[in-house]
Structures are given as C-alpha cells and as structure tokens.
C-alpha cells in the first residue's frame, strides 16, 4: 500500500511533537554510557508478527542513538499470548543488566492485566517506560468472501462459519472476534497461536478464512497478498480524533472503520454496552499498544538514556517517511505523553471491564472470577 502525502504529513508532524515534548529528564541526569554492550530487547511474541516487525525496525535506530552504539538484539519469548515473556520481565532487576535489557508490550500483554487475568504477575507500574507507540489494526478476507458484501454491509456473510487464528480472548484478540460477534458473524477462534503472524500464515495457508493484523504488520505482510489478489481488507478500528470519536485511521485513509461497516449492517449498534466495551478495550489496546519498557529498579540515568535516544530517533529527519512506510501514521511518544499512555492503555473503566468478563464466560467459556 502506498501512503499517502497527507499520510507523510501526519507523521512528519507526530514526529516533530514528539521531539517537541522532549522530556525534562533529559535535564535531570547524566545518561550512561553503553559503548561494548549488547542491548537485549525482549518480544514476548513469535518473529512474525507486528511486535517483532515493530521491534526490528527500532532496534538498529536506537543502536546508533544510544550512547556507545551498543547493539541491539531483538530476542523472541512466545508463549501463553505474551504473558510468559511479561512474567520473565517482571521478575527481572535493572541492577543484574545495567542498562542492557527493555522489554516490548503490546497490546496483547495489557489485556490480561486489564482483565484480571490469574496467570498475570507483572505488574506496570513497577516498570519504567520510555516509548508508546500508537498503532492500529486490519481485519481482511479471502476474495470470494469480501465479494459478497453489500457495500460496508456484511449481512450476506452472517451464514458463513468463519475460522480465526487467535492468540486468546483474554488478549488484544478480543477486540476483532466482540467486533466479529457484534456484526451478528459466525467466527471460531483456534487458539494458541503464538504471535499475529501465525495467524496471517494460517490465512496463506487456507487453514483460516479471516484474520486482522496490527498495521506494522499488515503493511509489510498483507499489503502484497492484497497485491496480488489473495486478501481483500475489510475494514480498520478505526483510530480517534481529538474529541475521542472514532474516525478512519490515517495509515489506511481508503479502508472503512469497524464503526462504518457497523452503521451499516443492521446487526450491529454504535451505541449501548457492546459498544462502549468495544471502544473502551480497543483505546486501551490501539492508541496505547505498543510500548518500550526498562526493569524495575532502572536508575535515572538510565531512563535519561533511553528517553534522549528515543527522541533522538524520532526527530531524526527520515523518521517520518521510514515510520509511514513501516509502523504507519501513529504519534510516537516519550516523557509524560510516554507515561499518559501508559495510563490509557492500562486502565479502563468498571462497566466495560464488566461487560468484557461477562461477554467472555457467555461465548468463550473463560472465566476470570
């Protein structure tokens, strides 16, 4: 997909405002100095999906940033969708790593944490963040499918039993299949899959008949299969605009938003408690998904290293156009819009988290109780 000169405005913008915002850490010590070392950035997902994608196009970036030119290493920890690698983070000390380990969130890793979920035992507020990214994400079918709808409408496939590769309701994954349940769609979910990417390959494979992919993602590895005429993308979240109104998400200013095909399929509502559970759990999953995180324990100076480095890479004067081309059109932030993020993407409010608990002992048989 190629992006757009607005799309590249965008970004060029988000990049200058974060830089913009530099953090007053900055100011406040002195940074370390990594010269010899090897950074260990750990991805609880599998190398195939957006984390890793995301990842890999940081981690060279932040080797010539940070002072030293350490390199940085993106190591894979997959298992129980992320909470394997979170736990592992959790029970990590900055003063056994001096600065050489961050660790990779996702969306997928604040889910289960939101949620309660037993086998949880990180903790974010032990954790020292240093970069949020925003993203977003693509829910896509094989052609003869997306055929069938009546323009945003997806009333003729409500009669079409649906196979999804999924990591687990309890992940980010929950937002497509309550997306998928609210359009009045059949889709079983098999979980199990490590990463999004496992998923996308199910959906090659044939072995699945609709997927989504977080927009990294979905520009390096869907775009061509939409290319070449084996995947049809219907429709983003969405993202938001300043009034928190969910809009079209700038990276994919041609696809509908789920709150379009929803308007128009008369299944679906853009009002009421599934509603407001969905975009309750997508902002605490999209906007805030991605994040760069030091141990518990970091000093100082060390949050000063990576906080500079991070801005140092976004006000690069390539960053727009490499992020647009690999991440998408999202705002990349450091210091206090680093640490509001945070916020957002691990909070969320009582009746949507009821809802969402409820909604996934009634179809998922999971209880969190």
Known sequence: MTISKTARGMALAAATGVAAL???ANAAGHGIDLTDETVRFIIPFSESGGSAKWANFYAPLLSEALPGNPTVVVEYMPGAGSTRGANWFQEQDAEDHNGTLIFGSSGSTQFPYLLDDPRVRYEYSDWNVVLASGTGGVAYLPPDLASQMD????TALQDTD???GSQGATRLDLVPLLAWEMLGMSVEPVFGIEG???GRLMFERGEANIDYQTSSAYLSSVTPLVEAGQAVPMMTWGALDEDGNIVRDPTFPDIPSFKEVCEATPACETSGPAWEAWKAFMIAGFPAQKMVFLPKGASNDEIVTY???FNDVIARDDFAELSAARLGVYPQMTGDRAQATLASGTNVDPAAKEFVVNWLEESYGVSLN
């Open 22 to 24: 530099s953090t007053s």
């Open 162 to 164: 649906f196979i999804y």
């Open 196 to 198: 999004r990417g496992d």
């Open 307 to 309: 906080t500079q480095a």
């Open 151 to 154: 323009g945003l409408d997806v």
